[in-house]
């Protein structure tokens, strides 16, 4: 069985510049989480699909990200414009809906 | 809201000690309870879960009992090897909300 793919695995960007992250999930699962994961800290909880819809998306700074799951399977996230704060590992993991999540090698960004 | 709270780290311990790592939660209803390992350069990867009260997931000489009374969920092992150091994060998946929530992570550094 394939695993959560995430590109690219790295990305440095000047600030103020805009980055996106893709993310597919494994096949059949409908939950799809993206975290954003600081050096030294536990992953924090950016947005949560069901299928295309979302279902959490408290944590998401929206005036700068932006997050969409076109037909329920793959899954971008966008940073625009970024900041300095911004560069973390931005991770994706999908599950089946019974809380168990599967992770991908996560997208490491960095904002010089 | 729903929160995880690990024990500060790092945790550096002699090859064969015995190892535990307390985690902690807060939760509405009934959350589903994981231990996540992420080792050296490798994404994270699920080590044991449990899913009601007085359960224990086990994996891999781990243990960690699922305590309601004390909403807790703390890690252990018997004898830790050179191959076990790695960062350690609790989560907990709420079925009210679908959301996985993570600790803050504790490092295990262990020597020969």
């Known amino acids: 069985e394939a695993g959560v793919a995430q590109s690219p695995r790295y990305k440095i960007i000047e600030k103020r510049q805009s980055v996106a992250f893709w993310c597919n999930p494994i096949s059949g699962h409908a939950t799809l989480y993206w975290y954003q994961q600081i050096l030294g800290q536990g992953p924090k909880l950016l947005i949560q699909f069901q299928n295309n819809g979302v279902v959490d998306d408290s944590q998401l700074p929206k005036d700068r990200f932006s997050a969409e799951r076109l037909k329920g399977v793959d899954s971008t996230l966008k940073i625009q414009p970024a900041k300095l704060e911004d560069s973390a590992v931005y991770l994706c993991?999908?599950?089946?809906?019974?809380?168990?999540?599967?992770f991908g090698q996560g997208t490491r960004l960095t904002v010089v | 809201g729903d929160s995880v709270t690990q024990m500060e780290g790092p945790v550096t311990l002699s090859e064969e000690a015995f190892l535990t790592i307390n985690c902690t939660y807060t939760a509405t209803g009934y959350p589903s309870l994981f231990w996540y390992v992420q080792y050296p350069g490798e994404g994270l990867q699920l080590l044991l879960k449990?899913?009601?009260?007085?359960d224990k997931g086990s994996n891999k000489g781990f243990e960690a009992t699922y305590r309601k009374e004390t909403t807790s969920f703390h890690l252990e092992k018997g004898s830790v090897q050179v191959s076990d150091s790695a960062v350690y994060f609790c989560?907990?998946?709420?079925?009210?909300?679908?959301?996985?929530?993570f600790g803050q992570g504790t490092t295990l550094q262990v020597k020969p």
């Open positions: 989560a907990l998946w709420g079925s009210n909300t679908g959301k996985l929530i």
């Open positions: 449990a899913t009601k009260a007085d």
């Open positions: 993991a999908s599950s089946l809906g019974d809380g168990q999540g599967f």
